[in-house]
């Protein structure tokens, strides 16, 4: 450690510094002032602190919250007190359902004039506390070192997820000393696991006639992607992949069969789910059982013991690091004997390549509204191996789940399992900022953007430059859909038609066009690729065209 003294903004950057922090996002906040300064003191010791401010906190933390899934470094939002802190919450609430380590600074009203009424004075912490891992008030500058070391060990550290400090407005401009920490290659590696649980699981895997393997967000969070693709390949079983978990099995591997989702789900004797919840996404954890089927033996492994199930009826589990779950795996089922899963790998790969052909047909689809399907048609050919890819919306982004397949992991960034619209542009200026050499495709709504299309401005006074592919069906087609299957009707689910969001995007200095015809879309994002600047694709889609779902979450 070293010690080091200057006012409490300064310790906090040199705390984030250390840490792994390079970007702040922030709004403008006189309460946070001094971890501004604390960032420009920082630049001109040579240690560069990236300010990005925003046009709405909530933009700020989402865009924390993408930085900590994408470089696996806790994000940094600040945010001024009161309303600033609790514009952030649905992103502190997204980050803590999808474990994405990132921290979360509140300005708060001056010690010395607590209780009297002052500029924005709440305590914020009954607020955050159900939505974060750990919230605390800071109360002196002497805290500051300290209690942001333990709010970002705590943000990287399995299982992951947001914490949130703030600090009284005068005790932020005090000055006092601190120790800056050394963090290590290895911070928040989890738990060693337990060596039994990996040896019961081996054996079920390895006496399994139809294993199914299911890899989630936490596998690339903590750091195992390499390890969960050694283990696949070496014991070749058929993969499905989630959320972050998207590209850990590239694209159009063999032992990738997400296409074939349904029959590996249902087929299946074990499923081995790693790193992601059985929550609604995941039929809460039971496979299977349908026509009388006996249902799959689960296996459910968590990087940490807290995320294991505690509903589903399990045949085993193990929680930990997950490299070593997987190493460790994969050298108890190589001793193992199993049988020959050849037949099951075959059929589902057959599945995979009927399901291709099939959606090969919408996919050049020439429908007039446009059938959101052709938009990804004419997109996913022009995607570069390691292009970052964002979901912001419902059915739009529903058929991107379908017909994406990530090269790489770390590449798809989606809502999660909180659900949350309007983490685009947050998430597309982190993606700019954390792979500024690669594509960064935003795929909005028309819903979904009315949350924070503002902050194209944003994009445009930082530079940053992203390509935005709107699927605009003038509707909340998530919802109209479902309303009239159970009614007859809908109400509250129409937006205005045809509207020109790409007008909008150029009235804030970026550039954008509408498609309506089907032929049109793939020269629309040639031209949004060159075009070195934030440039939004607003494609007329058919309303009735909906995202066929078995379920609608619940």
């Not at 283990?231 to 058929?238: L, R």
Request: charged letters at 20%; proline letters at 6%.
């Amino acid at each position: 450690m070293t010690e080091l003294s200057g006012h409490a903004g300064q310790l906090a950057v040199a705390v984030a510094q250390a840490h792994g922090v390079e970007t702040m996002f922030t709004l403008s906040g006189a309460h946070v002032f001094p971890m501004y300064d604390g960032a420009v003191k920082a630049t001109e010791a040579g240690d560069p602190m990236r300010l990005v401010d925003v046009r709405h906190e909530q933009t700020a933390a989402f865009a924390a919250e993408a930085t900590g899934k994408l470089t696996r470094v806790p994000g940094l939002a600040v945010l001024t007190a009161g309303p600033g802190v609790t514009n952030g919450v649905s992103a502190m609430a997204q980050a803590r359902f999808a474990g994405s380590p990132m921290v979360v600074v509140g300005g708060r009203a001056p010690n010395n004039r607590w209780g009297t009424g002052a500029l924005q004075e709440i305590d914020h912490l009954p607020i955050v506390g159900p939505v974060t891992k750990h919230a605390a008030t800071l109360m002196t500058a002497a805290d500051v070192a300290a209690g942001f070391d333990t709010a970002f060990t705590a943000a990287r550290s399995s299982h992951r997820g947001p914490t949130y400090v703030d600090v009284p407005m005068d005790e932020f401009f005090n000055v006092g000393s601190g120790d800056v920490p050394v963090v290590g290659a290895d911070a928040g590696r989890g738990a060693t696991p337990d060596s039994d649980a990996i040896e019961r699981i081996a054996a079920l895997v390895a006496g399994a006639a139809r294993p199914l393997l299911i890899l989630g967000t936490d596998v690339w969070a903590d750091r195992a992607d390499e390890a969960a693709l050694r283990f696949v390949e070496a014991v070749g079983v058929p993969t499905i992949t989630n959320g972050m978990g998207r590209g850990i099995v590239p694209g159009g591997h063999p032992l990738l069969v997400t296409k074939a989702r349904g029959a590996a789900i249902n087929g299946a004797d074990l499923v081995v789910v790693v790193g992601t919840p059985l929550d609604f996404r995941l039929g809460y954890g039971i496979f299977g059982g349908k026509d009388g089927v006996v249902p799959a033996q689960v296996v459910h492994i968590a990087d940490s013991a807290d995320q294991v199930s505690p509903h589903a009826a399990l045949a085993a589990s193990a929680s930990g690091d997950l490299t070593a779950v997987f190493d460790g795996l994969l050298a108890a089922v190589e001793r193992a004997r199993r049988g020959d899963w050849a037949h099951w790998v075959g059929s589902l790969q057959d599945t995979v390549a009927a399901t291709a052909a099939k959606d090969a047909e919408l996919l050049r689809a020439e429908a007039d509204p446009v059938h959101p399907a052709r938009i990804y048609g004419e997109l996913v050919p022009r995607l570069a191996d390691d292009a970052v890819v964002i979901g912001d919306g419902g059915d739009f982004v529903s058929f991107a789940g379908k017909f994406i397949e990530p090269k790489r992991p770390g590449c798809w960034l989606d809502p999660g399992p909180y659900g949350c619209l309007g983490a685009g542009l947050g998430a597309a200026i982190a993606a700019r900022i954390a792979r500024p050499s690669s594509q960064v495709a935003l795929l909005l709504g028309d819903g979904a953007a009315g949350f924070s299309l503002m902050d194209v401005d944003t994009l445009v006074r930082h530079d940053l430059p992203v390509v935005m592919v709107m699927g605009n069906n003038s509707a909340w087609g998530l919802e109209k859909g479902p309303m009239q299957m159970l009614y007859g009707y809908d109400v509250a689910a129409d937006l205005a038609p045809r509207t020109s969001y790409d007008a909008v995007v150029k009235s804030l200095g970026g550039a954008g066009e509408t498609v309506t015809d089907p032929r049109q879309i793939g020269p629309a994002l040639d031209r949004a690729f060159a075009a070195g600047a934030p440039y939004l694709v607003n494609i007329i889609t058919d309303v009735d065209a909906a995202y066929p779902r078995s379920t609608f979450g619940i």
